[in-house]
Structures are given as C-alpha cells and as structure tokens.
C-alpha cells in the first residue's frame, strides 16, 4: 500500500509566525475590546469614489488593463506629484501601479538585491521589510532609529554602509512611530549616499497626514534622491479603502524598467475598473490636500483624552498612529501590557517591540486613531480607568 505524505519543507522565512497584527485583531474581537491596534479606519471612504468605480464596473472596463496601469490613473498620479513636490516623472516609464504598497516594496527589492547585498533597514520598521529582504536573500543591516525621538542617527547610518551595501529603505511619516522627516534629514541622506551606488525605497505611504502646518518631505523633492530612489505610496490609506490594495511607484525609467521586470511575474496588472475609478477621483484634489486637517482633527481629539490618563505621550507628527510611554501605568513589558489592556480594559494596542528585529523593550505602544470619533471617545472612556 502506498505511504501518502506531504514532504517537509525547508522554510524560506524559517522565523515569521503570525503577526502581531493578526493576533491583536483577533484578540480584541474575541473580548470585544475596541481596536486600535491594527492600522486601518473603521469608517467608509467618498460615496463618490465608490460611485466611480461602480461606472467603471457597468460601462465595462472589466478585463485586463496595461501591465504597468491604467494611462490615465498614471498620468493622474504624476500631475499630482508635480504638483506637490515639484519633480516631474514620466507616466510612461516611470510610474507603476501596484497592488497595495506591500507588494510594491517586495518587488522593488526583488528587482535590485542579490544575494549577498546588504540592505540597511531603520527599526523599528513595518514588518515586511525584514521578510521581503530575505527572499531576496540580501543581508539584512538594522540600524535602529533614536529611541524616544525616533530620529535617523546619521552616523550610524554612516557606520552601517559598506562595500555591499545595496540599499536603504526609508519612511517618513513613520509607522510605527509618527514621526516625520525634515529637510535636513533629507539633505543629510542625500549628501550621504551621493559618492555611492546605494538605492533607496522610500515608503511614503502616510504622505498626505502631515500635521501642524508641516509639509511631506518626500524623497521627490530632493534631486540627488529622487535620482537614486523607488517612491511608493498607497490610494488605500489616502482614501479610506485599504481593502482595495491599490498603491503606486514612482521611480527613474531605468529603476521603473527593472521594477516592472518582476511587478510583471508576481502580479502582472492590478484591479481595472478601481483604476479607472481613481483616475477620475483624482480629478479632484481637495481629498488628499484636505486629509492632513482630517487626521490632524482626530489626533487632537484622542490626545486631548489621553491627558486624562498616566501614559506620557510622544510626539504625533504624522500618520494615523500616537504612541504612549507605559512606564507609569505598569511593569509589564510591551506586549503583555497590550494583551492584559486588551483583555481588562478593553482597547487593543500594538507593542512597539514587534517592529524590532531583536524585540527591543522600551515601554512603548501604539494606538491607530483612524477611527469613527465615537469609537475614539469609547476607547478613551475605557483608558481613563487607568
């Protein structure tokens, strides 16, 4: 009689499990605790934008775009980028449109590591990165970001370039942190990689939630940059809709030319009429020149309710996200204060340990106010009992 098996694998992510993402989300539906752990909004994005995918849908446009997007939605997409940073890519060769951020970050770094190159990562970090750079079979080099300030440490940075050095990846405004880069920072990182052949992948995907009268410093702005660099943002964050995994690259014809070798293999082309619908949308610019008031309404509201409580808040600079100090609230480190917050209190965080390669501890978690303002004042009523 014959044996049947499924042979064992060798995995190729020998150390990823379920993330910390997943198992806060299921956490908090299980003890029916509010949500802000997981980065995404409870409330619905433009009746008119779901209105324009719909016409997309009914007029048609329902087959197979163009690998590299739909022309209009590219054009969009550079009008857009000229227009707020000033550089100028060409729809045609240098801008792609992607099936969410996530895959547009693993196929840029598909497309430029080779085994044995080093790609220079700044933690904590969002938890793809690491993966995606191993399947690459580059060598991962963590440069950690200023604790408390969260700030790029130059001179580590410096210290972490090497002969084999292939690329660094950026984010500004940061997830997990919210801080944002400035213009020194910019030209500091410019003027550092200027004598070398690194590349950059700049994930700027929270780029339309600067707060404070600040402006997104992308890497399109900054010549020396943009010349060296992927800049991927996401449509799912900037209106609402992250379950639709749209987002975008903008990069030199020459880096677009080798990016879309691979975007070609591993998802060819990305959802027509959604693309048809956003090109139209984006006629319209007030919905992402308006989100910075939006998101800058909410994180006051949420940080006006955490005064009332013993967390010590960091700066929110921008994104979607406020991370608290614990110190004063309790002894237990990151990720058991979240679950026993989760579980007594009823409001899920993410512990700020889980965008660090090592774990690193620092009595940090993060909150995710892209939320319904009822839903807000819910959770800051519960967190007020601390």
Known sequence: MTTVRTPELVSRLPKVGTTIFTVMSALAAEKGAVNLGQGFPDFEGDPRLVDAVTKAMQGGLNQYPPMTGVPALREAIAKKVE??????????????????????????????????????????CYDSYVPNIELAGGVVV??????????????????????????????????????????EEMLQLQDLLAPTDILVISDEVYEHMVFDGKAHESAARFPGLAARSFIVSSFGKTYHVTG??????????????????????????????????????????????????????????????????????????????QCVDISAVSDLNEAEFCKWLTTEIGVAAIPLSAFYGNGFDQKVVRFCFAKKDETLQTALERLARL
Do not use: C
């Open 244 to 321: 639709w995994k749209v987002g975008y690259v903008a990069a030199p014809a020459p880096l677009t030319a080798e990016f879309r070798k691979v975007h070609q293999f591993n998802v060819f082309t990305v959802n027509t009429p959604v693309q048809h619908g956003l090109a139209a949308y984006m006629a319209d610019p007030k919905p992402y020149l308006e989100l910075p008031a939006f998101y800058q309404r909410k994180r006051d509201l949420f940080r006006e309710g955490l005064k009332k409580t013993k967390f010590r808040m960091l700066p929110g600079q921008g994104t979607y996200f």
């Open 142 to 183: 963590r440069v950690p970001l200023t604790p408390g300030s969260f700030r790029p440490d130059f001179a580590k940075i410096a210290a972490a370039i090497t002969p084999k050095t292939r690329a660094i990846l950026i984010n500004s405004p940061h997830n997990p942190s919210g801080m944002v880069w400035t213009k």
């Open 83 to 124: 227009a707020i940073y000033g550089h100028r890519y060409d729809a045609n060769t240098e801008i792609t449109i992607t099936a969410g951020a996530t895959q547009a970050i693993l196929t840029a770094i598909l497309a430029i590591v080779h085994p044995g190159d080093e790609v220079i990562v700044l933690e904590p």
